[in-house]
């Protein structure tokens, strides 16, 4: 999944949805302090602050979280000689008999058959 850098605004992108939240007046507080401190709107602060935690959050669930021991488990793993699993591997055999099947019988052009009438 693509996570667009910048969410645009344009005409047929405009802000047409809201989002409510109820805070505690210290939260809000202290939001409004850091927007002044960037120049911004509590809207545009508060957006921008969620868009950049959004993006976040999208990218790191495409990423596995290993322990020490689960990398020691992975690298022990991966350096183990590859055993063949009967089951899979003729799975995998006979769909790549259909595959080349397939290919086959698109690739064939139909002949003309000779009428004796």
Known sequence: MRVPEEVPVSPSNSRTE??????TPDALALIRD?????????????LGAALDRAREVKLNEHF???SIDDIRELDKALAREPQVIEQ???QLRR????????HVNRRRKPTAVASDK
Do not use: G, K, W, Y
């Open 18 to 23: 809201r989002l409510n939240m109820r805070l």
């Open 64 to 66: 596995l979280e290993l």
């Open 34 to 46: 850091a927007a002044a401190t960037q120049n911004q709107d509590v809207s545009a602060f508060v």
């Open 95 to 102: 769909a790549r008999e259909n595959i080349s099947v397939t």
């Open 88 to 90: 899979l591997a003729n």
